[in-house]
């Protein structure tokens, strides 16, 4: 029966797999539709497992979108690299508990590993900690917890047991383009989605440095501040060096860096640069389901200081627990207890494409974009907006006979999206509408992005 279900499944997957790349990138129907072939009465009996994975596949099918395949150029979303899918399965059939090191010792110990390698590739402080998460948003939350244990601790204040009422004042500045994830963060932290500093930020979407000097000589007292590196429309990184010099300055301090996908550039040695003296901060949120191209769902909350990463993050004492002593209990920097072995799939990553492997995917994605931009800005009525420094790309569309710049870029960015042959999306980008272009998957190649650049260009002349 196991058998069956599980090589069924598998079976499944790999001819999803093997269709993707010409695959219709968006989805094919509706919710109703959906609704019809997936709802119905709780059932009451049960049904053959086989059959389940069966109809549950035929049933998912049309609303599963190709994202994983070489012309999904949407929000920032990677693919899957083989064998991080391969081990993501495993990691299914092991169904380790990866909260402590009794319950998944392997698990425990891959993490380790992967933590390792992962500090190496993004040439962050190797005696950091490294926590498992599911993505950015819980990566900044864990590493602001770590900040807000961190700063009040100084202040003689143990926001673990007393919680913030009556606690000293914290001070969190952000930019006016921090990511929404780490404003929610903050909110979740007691530290508020509003209560904090806004620095305005350049054209290209940078945190106005001189701005926060500016502010920063107004301040005392327990200091977060949080940086960018990767913006989400521009890919622009916030000048760490110069930011990070002027907030230590102060003698209570923590930097918190949101690097979702941005980090990346410090796996490569042409992209550094552009990520540099990020090392310096205290924290560092990075994702590992979009550019290393794990599956979902992988993040990772990067702490220079362990201590902090761990008393804020620990879980209190369970009399059942079986603690480690000298290995590592993953559930010590993740808010989670009881936790699917998420190290996995990110050592498979790692595995599969080594050093090199990782710089030049990094790599190859910024020269599609590069490329990309290059086609489109050249032809008549589009105007790429940003100075693409990274994989991500903002195009404008302008119509030959005059009239609506927004309406008629919506316009353009539907056209694609009902075609199916790639997927781009739409944003505001200082108040104007424009379509955003991420190349994030290790498998898209110079002739997917032909293939996008030549739909782009139609669905513009069409609309
Ligand atoms: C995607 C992104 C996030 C949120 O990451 P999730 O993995 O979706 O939780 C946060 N910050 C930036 C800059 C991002 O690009």
Same mark, same amino acid.
């Not at 007691?190 to 930020?201: F, K, Q, T, V």
């Given at each position: 029966?196991?058998?069956?279900? !599980?090589?069924?499944?598998?079976?499944?997957?790999?001819?999803?797999? /093997?269709?993707?790349?010409?695959?219709?990138?968006?989805? /094919?129907?509706?919710?109703?539709?959906?609704?019809?072939? @997936?709802? %119905?009465?709780?059932?009451?009996?049960?049904?053959?497992?086989?059959?389940?994975?069966?109809?549950?596949?035929?049933?998912?099918?049309?609303?599963?979108?190709?994202?994983?395949?070489?012309?999904?150029?949407?929000?920032?979303? =990677?693919?899957?690299?083989?064998?991080?899918?391969?081990?993501?399965?495993?990691?299914?059939?092991? *169904?380790?508990?990866?909260?402590?090191?009794?319950?998944?010792?392997?698990?425990?110990?891959?993490?380790?590993?992967?933590?390792?390698?992962? @500090?190496?590739?993004?040439?962050?402080?190797?005696?950091?900690?490294?926590?498992?998460?599911?993505?950015?948003?819980?990566?900044?939350?864990?590493?602001?917890?770590?900040?807000?244990?961190?700063?009040?601790? #100084?202040?003689?204040?143990?926001?673990?047991? #007393?919680? !913030?009422?009556?606690?000293?004042?914290?001070?969190?500045? &952000?930019?006016?383009?921090?990511? $929404?994830?780490?404003?929610?963060?903050?909110?979740?932290? %007691?530290?508020?989605?509003? #209560?904090?500093?806004?620095?305005?930020?350049?054209? /290209?979407?940078?945190?106005?440095?001189?701005?926060?000097?500016?502010? @920063?000589?107004?301040?005392?007292?327990?200091?977060?501040?949080?940086?960018?590196?990767?913006? &989400?429309?521009?890919?622009?990184?916030?000048?760490?060096?110069?930011?990070?010099?002027?907030?230590?300055?102060?003698?209570?301090?923590?930097?918190?860096?949101?690097?979702?996908?941005?980090?990346?550039?410090?796996?490569?040695?042409?992209?550094?640069? $552009?990520?540099?003296?990020?090392? $310096?901060? *205290?924290?560092?949120?990075?994702?590992?389901?979009?550019? !290393?191209?794990?599956?979902?769902?992988?993040?990772?909350?990067?702490?220079?200081?362990?201590?902090?990463?761990?008393?804020? !993050?620990?879980?209190?004492?369970?009399?059942?627990?079986?603690?480690?002593?000298?290995?590592?209990?993953?559930?010590?920097?993740?808010?989670?207890?009881?936790?699917?072995? #998420?190290?996995?799939?990110?050592?498979?990553?790692?595995?599969?494409?080594?050093?090199?492997?990782?710089?030049?995917?990094?790599?190859?994605?910024?020269?599609?974009?590069?490329?990309?931009?290059?086609?489109?800005?050249?032809?008549? =009525?589009?105007?790429?907006?940003?100075?693409?420094? @990274?994989?991500? &790309?903002?195009?404008?569309?302008?119509?030959?006979? =005059? =009239?609506?710049?927004?309406?008629?870029?919506?316009?353009?960015?539907?056209?694609?999206?009902? *075609?199916?042959?790639?997927?781009?999306?739409?944003?505001?980008?200082? %108040?104007?509408?424009?379509?955003?272009?991420?190349?994030?998957?290790?498998?898209?190649? /110079?002739?997917?992005?032909?293939?996008?650049?030549?739909?782009?260009?139609?669905?513009?002349?069409?609309?």
């Amino acid at each position: 029966m196991t058998h069956d279900v !599980l090589r069924r499944a598998a079976d499944l997957a790999i001819q999803f797999r /093997q269709g993707l790349p010409e695959r219709r990138v968006g989805a /094919q129907t509706d919710r109703a539709t959906l609704l019809a072939a @997936l709802g %119905g009465p709780l059932p009451e009996a049960g049904t053959d497992p086989v059959e389940v994975i069966e109809q549950l596949a035929a049933a998912a099918d049309p609303g599963i979108i190709g994202m994983s395949g070489p012309r999904y150029f949407g929000f920032v979303i =990677g693919g899957s690299l083989p064998a991080s899918v391969g081990a993501d399965w495993l990691t299914s059939a092991w *169904d380790q508990n990866a909260g402590i090191y009794a319950a998944g010792p392997a698990a425990s110990v891959v993490e380790e590993v992967a933590a390792a390698w992962l @500090l190496e590739l993004l040439d962050l402080p190797a005696t950091a900690s490294v926590g498992f998460v599911t993505g950015a948003q819980m990566a900044n939350f864990s590493c602001l917890a770590a900040a807000r244990h961190a700063v009040l601790a #100084r202040a003689g204040w143990d926001v673990g047991a #007393r919680g !913030l009422s009556g606690a000293p004042e914290v001070t969190v500045v &952000v930019s006016d383009e921090a990511h $929404a994830t780490v404003l929610t963060a903050l909110g979740y932290l %007691g530290l508020g989605r509003e #209560r904090n500093l806004r620095i305005p930020a350049d054209a /290209q979407g940078r945190m106005r440095v001189d701005q926060l000097e500016g502010v @920063l000589g107004r301040v005392d007292g327990p200091l977060i501040v949080c940086l960018q590196a990767g913006n &989400v429309n521009t890919g622009a990184f916030d000048d760490a060096v110069r930011a990070t010099e002027a907030v230590r300055r102060h003698p209570n301090t923590w930097v918190h860096v949101d690097g979702a996908f941005g980090l990346w550039a410090r796996s490569s040695a042409d992209l550094a640069s $552009a990520a540099a003296g990020l090392e $310096a901060a *205290d924290s560092w949120a990075v994702d590992g389901h979009k550019w !290393l191209n794990v599956p979902y769902d992988s993040g990772y909350a990067i702490v220079a200081d362990p201590a902090a990463h761990v008393a804020a !993050l620990a879980p209190a004492a369970g009399a059942y627990i079986q603690y480690a002593a000298a290995e590592r209990d993953p559930f010590n920097f993740v808010p989670e207890y009881s936790r699917r072995a #998420r190290g996995f799939a990110t050592y498979a990553a790692i595995r599969e494409l080594g050093r090199e492997g990782v710089a030049s995917m990094i790599e190859r994605c910024c020269t599609i974009a590069a490329h990309m931009a290059d086609r489109l800005r050249v032809a008549e =009525g589009i105007e790429v907006l940003n100075d693409v420094v @990274l994989n991500q &790309v903002l195009v404008r569309f302008h119509p030959s006979a =005059g =009239g609506d710049v927004d309406a008629h870029t919506r316009n353009v960015v539907a056209r694609i999206q009902a *075609d199916g042959g790639a997927w781009l999306g739409a944003t505001t980008w200082n %108040g104007m509408a424009a379509m955003r272009i991420s190349v994030s998957n290790w498998s898209t190649s /110079q002739a997917d992005a032909d293939r996008a650049v030549e739909l782009i260009l139609r669905s513009a002349t069409d609309a």
